[in-house]
């Protein structure tokens, strides 16, 4: 005689319920309920198909397929009590059903498992995610874009060890990341793809040797194909790895650029601005106005990787098909995305709040000797002098600039002839940041020109 305490579900072998502790680390209906609406329209997918395909009655069917519509709205408004003794979201859902249309609930199962129900669910969940996130990076590159255009010929300094390396533009500086973001887009296109083959009618692992028909459900739920191997289907979770790894990159790209906006608002840079609405204040200093959701964001990569790491650590020794280790999958995945979808609304609110702080980055980008690249490649094009030469000549002139207290500009042509006597008065024309910049017009440079094809090649890309 089986004991009342046993599960509803699948209690049928069972002489007793499970141990609390057994419940506590058994559920997962504490964080899988965030895909309820999936596991309702892959049900209500599987319910057509099996009215379809003359598996069960169509009248069962509609009764299914409408009660499971009262359930949905009764989670929407907040009217549903969660069961951890029903374990998870799909047994919750199963077990309301049943209160609500009574017998043919139980046949909503017929011919799949919790093993393809559940991938199917986290799928249909992830492949939303993606979509947000194309949204949101196509937002933030068109955030980069307006201020890359803004400034497309403001000049400041381009660094390499962060040290001043050569003068560059605005627009460059922003395009570089647009660059990043674009490439972060096209993974999330990429993965979307890949993913998008339906798990469902997999069954618990082997199929099932009911008439269904795969291509339905897998049409009705927006995927591109049944997945061809039902113990790949059941067991592959690389739609999960592949989304935080381009979460991860992604968020790398955000660090980088949090980090770069948290140097240039210093007060010892200056070069930006972030608006009130994306800073806050100290409780005890009254001058500060501090970076912080660009610190978090620099930060937020810390927790996405970790996710990334994790499913890799759960995943990499399962043997196929299903293991129950695989439900460790989902809160990871939870996370990241809320983190990531944070970080990408944050970063864009900032870009399009920011002001580049112009005066700044124009006496910047003249000074630490940013154009002695410039000096050097004047004697190689004019006076014909070897590359090697000519950098050691700009050498001693630098040294010169930096005994005399000035920059390379300030140096009298007597003082530049000490180096090279063949040096004219036309070499100060390539000293100007100005002038270097514009000077930069191979495929990809930093001269405006360049910038501006480059944007309106993305805006085209976009559009
Ligand atoms: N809650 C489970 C998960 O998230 C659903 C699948 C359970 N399947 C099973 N055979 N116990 O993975």
Redesign the pocket.
């Known amino acids: 005689m089986t004991d009342k305490s046993a599960n509803a579900m699948w209690g049928g072998r069972f002489a007793a319920g499970p141990d609390a502790i057994m419940e506590a680390i058994n559920a ?1 209906i504490g964080f ?1 309920q965030r895909m309820a609406s999936q596991d309702i329209a892959g049900s209500r997918a599987h319910a057509a198909m099996l009215g379809a395909t003359g598996i069960v009655d169509t009248k069962d069917v509609d009764a299914i397929r409408e009660g499971l519509l009262t359930v949905l709205s009764e989670i929407e408004a907040g009217d549903f009590a969660f069961s951890t003794a029903l ?2 979201i ?1 047994m919750n859902v199963e077990a309301r059903l049943k209160e609500v249309i009574g017998e043919p609930a139980g046949r909503l199962h017929t011919g799949r ?3 393809d ?2 991938a199917t669910d986290f799928k249909l969940w992830v492949r939303d995610q993606l979509d947000a996130a194309d949204g949101a990076l196509v937002s933030l590159i068109g955030a980069l874009l307006e201020q890359a255009e803004a400034g497309a010929a403001w000049v400041m300094p381009g660094f390499t060890h962060l040290q001043t390396a050569q003068p560059v533009t605005w627009g460059h500086h922003m395009m570089a990341y647009v660059e990043m973001f674009g490439r972060d887009l096209s993974r999330v296109r990429d993965a979307r793809t890949r993913m998008n083959e339906s798990p469902l009618g997999a069954a ?1 692992l082997a199929g099932t040797s009911f008439p269904i028909d795969r291509h339905m459900t897998a049409e009705a739920l927006g995927f591109d194909r049944p997945a061809a191997n039902s113990l790949d289907a059941v067991s592959d979770r690389d739609f999960a790895l592949e989304f935080l790894n381009v979460a991860s990159i992604c968020a790398m790209h955000l660090s980088r650029f949090a980090e770069e906006l948290v140097i240039w608002s210093s007060a010892q840079f200056r070069f930006v601005t972030l608006s009130d609405r994306f800073s806050t204040g100290s409780s005890i200093m009254p001058q500060k106005k501090n970076p912080d959701a660009a610190e978090l964001i620099r930060a937020k990569v810390g927790r996405i990787f970790g996710a990334n790491t994790a499913l890799m650590m759960v995943m990499k020794g399962l043997p196929l098909a ?1 293991s ?1 280790d ?2 460790e ?2 809160e990871q995945v939870f996370d990241a995305a809320d983190n990531w979808m944070l970080a990408l609304a944050a970063m864009d609110g900032m870009v399009r709040d920011m002001t580049a702080n112009r005066a700044h980055l124009a006496a910047a980008a003249g000074s630490g000797f940013s154009t002695a690249t410039d000096l050097a490649d004047w004697l190689v094009r004019v006076l014909g002098l070897p590359f090697r030469d000519a950098h050691h000549i700009t050498g001693s002139l630098v040294a010169l600039a930096e005994q005399q207290g000035c920059d390379l500009p300030d140096l009298t042509l007597d003082q530049m002839k000490s180096a090279h006597d063949g040096i004219t008065d036309s070499v100060f024309d390539v000293l100007g940041v100005e002038n270097s910049v514009a000077s930069r017009t191979s495929y990809g440079g930093t001269a405006p020109d360049q910038v501006r094809t480059q944007i309106a090649r993305w805006k085209d890309l976009l559009s």
């Open positions: 997962s899988d374990e998870d799909h498992s919790r093993n129900q559940v618990a299903y129950k695989m439900q999958d989902k």
